[in-house]
């Protein structure tokens, strides 16, 4: 796998997947539970109780068995990166390659996982270019 130049490499797609859940739902209600996660990602509750303990392992949430779930700040910063990365690739998808909103949003969680910072910067460059000049 490339390195992503992150401050957690060793995350796989699945848990960046799962920490971006966590952080759209804390930002929308403070914090997360279980089965908030698995409705967002459409998985069952077992598989977020286990993504949340691998995640606890790595300092990225504060987890108990039945308890909210809130990322810690070094969670934040990783899920921020993340949504940010997700963002940019859709907005690029939407802009530059005129895909509809519900496809570029699907296309940008795949490719989301596998791109560099300096990928992401080339992408915003060429986002705001076809945004200013109108077209390319």
């Known amino acids: 796998m490339m390195n992503k130049k992150n401050a957690f490499p ?26 908030e996660i698995a409705e967002a990602l459409n998985v069952k509750k077992p598989s977020v109780s286990l993504a949340m303990k691998q995640l606890k392992e790595r300092g990225l949430v504060e987890y108990t068995q039945y308890s909210p779930i809130v990322l810690t700040k070094s969670g934040r910063h990783e899920a921020d990166r993340v949504i940010s990365c997700h963002t940019m690739v859709k907005e690029f998808l939407m802009t530059v390659l005129h895909m509809e909103e519900p496809r ?21 460059l060429l986002t705001d270019h076809v945004r200013k000049c109108g077209k390319c």
């Open 104 to 124: 570029a949003d699907e296309v940008a969680c795949g490719i989301e996982h596998i791109m560099s910072l300096e990928e992401i910067s080339r992408f915003q």
């Open 10 to 35: 060793e995350l796989s797609n699945s848990l960046e997947d799962y920490i971006e859940a966590v952080r759209n739902i804390e930002l929308e209600k403070g914090c997360a539970t279980v089965g």
